[in-house]
């Protein structure tokens, strides 16, 4: 599983050693091959190749090389806000009308229509068995390997917007929220993790990254705040 690196910056920083004594930054931006300055998430997919989700559409940079995707090829929206890349090199894009995906040769959408539980995604994950789960700003939908889809919300015990979703080694989700702050969901129910629990904020938890011992670390707006793999809350980082 590839995760999506979410960026909220108007550059794309590409490091490459050059030497034992430093590093070779190289910006890009509209000046050099960015469609547009605003860069909201970057994948890499199996081919190193940098998939970066623009204002104003997808942007693909390989070795130097630019290609660009908007709807005119087929994206839902241009303006996208989460991008990542599947373990089959599937690309997933969520925008404030849907979802589109590339499979290397065509995009295709998904909507309410088809199942999605809210246009508004804000971010795209895949697990370990090839679903794909979706947060959006009313809840949680998955994208099973049978093209079935599942989606929950408040009458689920969701009582948030989802904008970030991770998963630890024994199968459980967790969620960035809007305003629950982190939620554990075991998929049988929602458990949240909150300013009582020891988390610095309950509000916009945009990131969670689960290390190899199923340590959460959390980004909130006041710092970052850090719970075992039992779950437990062991310290904040200002």
Same mark, same amino acid.
């Given at each position: 599983?590839?995760?999506?690196?979410?960026?909220?910056?108007?550059?794309?920083? #590409?490091?490459?050693?050059?030497?034992?004594?430093?590093?070779?930054?190289?910006?890009?931006?509209?000046? @050099?091959?960015?469609?547009?300055?605003?860069?909201?998430?970057?994948?890499? $997919?199996?081919?190193?190749?940098?998939?970066?989700?623009?204002?104003?559409?997808?942007?693909?940079?390989?070795? =130097?090389?630019?290609?660009?995707?908007?709807?005119?090829?087929?994206?839902?929206?241009?303006?996208? @806000?989460?991008?990542?890349?599947?373990?089959?090199?599937?690309?997933?894009?969520?925008?404030?009308?849907?979802?589109?995906?590339? @499979?290397?040769?065509?995009?295709?959408?998904?909507?309410?229509?088809?199942?999605?539980? @809210?246009?508004?995604?804000?971010?795209?994950?895949?697990?370990? $068995?090839?679903?794909?789960?979706?947060?959006?700003?009313?809840?949680?939908?998955?994208? $099973?390997?049978?093209?079935?889809?599942?989606?929950?919300?408040?009458?689920?015990?969701?009582? #948030?917007?989802?904008?970030?979703?991770?998963?630890? #080694?024994?199968?459980?989700?967790?969620?960035?929220?809007?305003?629950?702050?982190?939620?554990?969901?075991?998929?049988?129910?929602?458990? #949240?993790?909150?300013?009582? $629990? =020891?988390?610095?904020?309950?509000?916009?938890?945009?990131?969670?990254?689960?290390?190899?011992?199923?340590?959460?670390?959390?980004?909130?707006?006041? =710092?970052?705040?850090?719970?075992?793999?039992?779950?437990?809350?062991?310290?904040?980082?200002?």
């Amino acid at each position: 599983m590839k995760n999506s690196l979410v960026v909220f910056s108007i550059v794309f920083l #590409s490091m490459v050693l050059t030497n034992s004594f430093g590093q070779t930054i190289s910006n890009f931006t509209t000046e @050099n091959g960015l469609p547009h300055n605003n860069v909201n998430g970057i994948a890499i $997919d199996s081919e190193n190749r940098a998939w970066l989700g623009t204002q104003e559409g997808v942007a693909v940079y390989d070795q =130097g090389n630019w290609t660009y995707y908007t709807s005119f090829d087929g994206l839902i929206f241009d303006a996208i @806000n989460c991008i990542t890349v599947d373990d089959g090199d599937n690309v997933w894009i969520g925008t404030d009308f849907g979802v589109s995906t590339w @499979n290397g040769n065509l995009w295709t959408s998904y909507t309410t229509q088809d199942g999605l539980g @809210n246009n508004w995604v804000y971010s795209i994950n895949t697990d370990e $068995d090839g679903n794909t789960w979706f947060g959006t700003i009313t809840g949680l939908s998955k994208l $099973d390997t049978e093209g079935t889809w599942t989606t929950w919300g408040m009458a689920d015990g969701l009582w #948030s917007g989802v904008c970030d979703i991770g998963f630890d #080694s024994q199968g459980n989700k967790w969620l960035g929220t809007f305003t629950a702050g982190m939620v554990k969901f075991d998929d049988q129910e929602f458990i #949240s993790f909150t300013t009582d $629990d =020891g988390m610095l904020n309950d509000f916009n938890i945009l990131s969670i990254a689960i290390d190899d011992q199923d340590h959460k670390w959390v980004a909130t707006p006041m =710092g970052i705040s850090h719970f075992d793999k039992n779950d437990l809350w062991l310290n904040n980082i200002i």
